[in-house]
């Protein structure tokens, strides 16, 4: 085939596949909305929590908050930005089937179909064991995801989400030194959550 | 932040500007394409590829002088996705009375849903899917972004573009053992 014949078919392959991203990343960002906004309600009361909460604070001294409640305050499950779910979609393919379980929160159901995905179902092994890391931190088995988000860290692809993520076990597993260490890594490289970090970083010391 | 900073920013496929304009044009483009008559729903899914079409304008270099408003020409192309695809769905919309507009943004909507991509391009699209992180970026910053060799190389770090030449090179000769096989 002539290159330029092939050119405008692989740009529209890549556009196509880029598109498939772009739409999942708006899909999140749309359900990040629909949650805030069932959410509303307990704004209020968590206002009202956080008001009764400062006067204690400020009557009882400073007292900070634990591992348990730092980890519960900055962990939010990473969204399904690969592939889009769509409606009403009858045949899914292997990969949005694993995906579709993901984001219905059947986290050993996608757990298992991580296992099966292969880089035939065109996705590739860093991007499936990020997933199945974030899967196992869903079910509370730290350990597992640790061991998966360090084998992440070392491609870039999703490098500064597991060190946030890591981040986040240390603190659940009580090892500060260690969640500073990761967390300094995400600060020098100041592209993912900087403020957050910075945050943390404070609490911590 | 001026609206030439926004087509910059949107230029340079900055998620979190992308994110920006979604989330301020959202409750308004709903509110305006509820008078045809479309479910919430689609309204939604319509917004969200017309939000996909401006970054890719952007992208192009086609908006950078725009002489209306990004919220004017989002809604432009919106209005004809949505139209697009009630089409393709066989589903009622209320007509809309043809205003004199900027930009044709009913061909803007069309060429954004090009013919079907072929048995070749499927195939492309999943080995693409498949190939290794340096390949996709600079496969992706060629061929979606436009990019030339030389502002691979900037953008990249690469030494110099005889690096990002080869590198290509070796990148589609991936693709193309992975779709042969």
Redesign the interface.
């Known amino acids: 085939m002539e290159d330029k014949e092939f050119?405008k078919?692989?740009?529209?392959?890549?556009?196509?596949?880029?598109?498939k991203h772009?739409?999942a990343?708006?899909?999140a960002?749309?359900k990040s909305?629909n949650t805030s906004k069932k959410k509303f309600n307990w704004r209020i009361a968590a206002a009202i929590i956080a008001i009764i909460g400062l006067s204690g604070y400020f009557i009882f001294g400073n007292q900070s908050l634990s591992n348990d409640e730092l980890y519960s305050k900055y962990y939010a499950p990473y969204e399904n930005v690969i592939e889009p779910i769509v409606?009403d979609q009858v045949n899914l393919s292997k990969k949005a089937k694993v995906f579709s379980f993901y984001e219905q929160g059947a986290y050993k159901k996608a757990i298992e179909g991580f296992n099966q995905l292969t880089?035939?179902?065109?996705?590739?092994v860093?991007t499936i064991t990020f997933y199945k890391a974030n899967s196992y931190l869903q079910l509370k088995e730290f350990k597992k995801a640790k061991t998966l988000f360090s084998q992440v860290t070392k491609?870039?692809?999703w490098q500064t989400e597991s060190l946030w993520y890591l981040a986040l076990i240390s603190i659940k597993l009580n090892d500060t030194d260690a969640a500073l260490k990761y967390l300094q890594q995400l600060k020098n490289k100041r592209t993912f959550k900087n403020s957050a970090v910075n945050e943390l970083i404070k609490l911590l010391n | 932040m001026s609206e030439h900073q926004l087509i910059l920013l949107l230029k340079k496929s900055d998620k979190e500007t992308l994110k920006m304009v979604y989330i301020e044009n959202r409750d308004s483009f709903i509110n305006f394409a509820r008078k045809f008559k479309v479910s919430e729903n689609d309204i939604v899914d319509a917004y969200q590829d017309a939000i996909i079409a401006l970054s890719e304008k952007a992208i192009q270099g086609e908006i950078d002088c725009l002489n209306c408003s990004v919220k004017t020409y989002l809604f432009g192309i919106g209005k004809y996705i949505l139209f697009e695809k009630a089409r393709k769905n066989h589903k009622k919309v209320t007509d809309f009375p043809l205003e004199k507009e900027d930009y044709n943004y009913k061909s803007i909507a069309e060429s954004f849903f090009e013919d079907k991509p072929n048995r070749l391009e499927l195939l492309l699209q999943k080995g693409f899917a498949s190939l290794g992180k340096k390949c996709k970026e600079v496969l992706r910053l060629f061929y979606y972004r436009g990019f030339t060799i030389d502002e691979i190389s900037d953008k990249l770090n690469y030494k110099d573009k005889n690096v990002v030449k080869s590198q290509k090179s070796r990148c589609i000769k991936q693709l193309k053992e992975k779709i042969n096989n």
């Open positions: 050119d078919h692989l740009k529209k392959a890549i556009t196509a596949e880029e598109r772009q739409k990343y708006l899909r960002v749309e909305l409606r880089a035939l179902d065109a996705i590739d860093e491609n870039e692809q």
